[in-house]
């Protein structure tokens, strides 16, 4: 009896192991079986309308944003030292509230950094306790690299390839938007280079004038700029490193002396550079007008009382007849979201800028 139980427990063992082997060997069949999705066109079956319709809508979308504008007949808000913020590092003296990209998505379009070489420092790194042991790079500083953690530089540092390579993301996420850099530049063309060169996309998103031919022909359309892709725009204080597609600020604009003063009282529009006047003509070609509006040490209670209607009244009655008549491309000021209560900020002044005929 024990004898023929156990057979029995061997035959339905044997029957059950059977049977989930044929149900795995279905499941496996029907999804060996079972379509695939169908694939994404490539270009070489697309139908052949695909890209002039994309360029069609492109052109169509940077019209609509931004008309017949050249560059420069728009006007765009513009943060002075927008790298000293207190979310990208620990400065413990700041020209602006917020990340340099919040700053962008608060519809800044034009930064000015300082770009400077940080040698690696060993004694630096023991000190810190391990806390500022960072490699010889181009770093974002505020004079010296290595004087006064939080004035002339900050923890972490930050390195002038990765502010870059957050401009260009946000280019790449935003096809509309043109974005300009401004660098009070201390370092050699090669280390300049070499950091750009580290930062991914930039070579396509970059403007290059002189491929433009804009001597000879004006500054192109900012639609034209959009639908090309060449949306990001460097300028420099040094003239040596016009190949590398950054041009030297005094060739290529004209700006005011950048300072307010110490007590905000001087609104006068004069000249930065003595031999580039603010009204200067030029057969065929128009030079960008930068505007700085900030003072010399920057707070936030005094950036509120010149963000406003002093801001607005400058460029009406001072910059607008220093200039022959015009007003500028970039208005740069501290603490940007900062204003006097008069209904009028930096960037409703901007946007008022871009609404004149």
């Known amino acids: 009896m024990l004898i023929d139980m156990h057979m029995q427990?061997?035959?339905?063992?044997?029957a059950l192991v059977c049977l989930l082997v044929l149900a795995l060997v279905g499941t496996v069949t029907t999804a060996a079986a079972a379509p695939r999705p169908p694939t994404p066109a490539t270009a070489a079956t697309a139908p052949t309308n695909t890209v002039s319709t994309v360029g069609a809508a492109a052109n169509a979308a940077a019209t609509a944003r931004w008309g017949d504008r050249r560059l420069d007949e728009v006007a765009f808000l513009t943060t002075h030292n927008a790298f000293t913020n207190y979310e990208d590092s620990r400065w413990s003296s700041v020209n602006q509230s917020e990340?340099?990209?919040?700053?962008l998505d608060n519809g800044v379009r034009g930064l000015s950094l300082d770009t400077h070489w940080y040698e690696r420092s060993t004694w630096l790194c023991v000190i810190s306790f391990g806390s500022d042991c960072y490699p010889s790079d181009v770093y974002l500083c505020h004079g010296d690299c290595k004087t006064f953690a939080g004035a002339t530089y900050a923890l972490p540092r930050q390195t002038f390839h990765g502010t870059m390579q957050t401009v260009v993301d946000f280019l790449a996420t935003h096809p509309q938007e043109v974005?300009?850099?401004?660098?009070?530049?201390?370092?050699?063309?090669?280390?300049l280079q070499a950091s750009l060169g580290r930062v991914n996309g930039l070579q396509n998103m970059l403007?290059?004038?002189d491929e433009w031919g804009v001597r000879q022909h004006g500054w192109p359309k900012v639609a034209d700029l959009v639908t090309s892709g060449k949306r990001l725009l460097?300028?420099?204080d040094r003239s040596d490193r016009e190949h590398l597609g950054v041009m030297y600020d005094r060739s290529w604009t004209v700006s005011n002396f950048w300072s307010l003063g110490?007590?905000?009282n001087d609104v006068s529009c004069v000249s930065r550079w003595a031999d580039v006047p603010l009204d200067r003509q030029e057969p065929g070609?128009?030079?960008?007008?930068?505007?700085s509006h900030h003072r010399n040490v920057p707070t936030v209670l005094t950036a509120a009382l010149d963000n406003g209607a002093k801001l607005r009244n400058r460029i009406a009655e001072q910059c607008r007849s220093a200039t022959g008549g015009r007003d500028p491309n970039?208005?740069?000021v501290d603490f940007h979201r900062l204003s006097d209560g008069s209904g009028h900020t930096p960037a409703s002044i901007v946007a008022e800028l871009n609404a004149r005929p």
């Open 9 to 14: 427990l061997r035959v339905r063992s044997r």
């Open 99 to 103: 990340s340099v990209r919040a700053q």
């Open 179 to 191: 974005v300009t850099v401004f660098l009070e530049d201390y370092v050699g063309a090669d280390q």
């Open 207 to 209: 403007f290059r004038a």
């Open 234 to 236: 460097i300028f420099s």
């Open 262 to 264: 110490d007590l905000g």
């Open 285 to 291: 070609f128009r030079r960008l007008f930068t505007m």
């Open 330 to 332: 970039f208005v740069s």
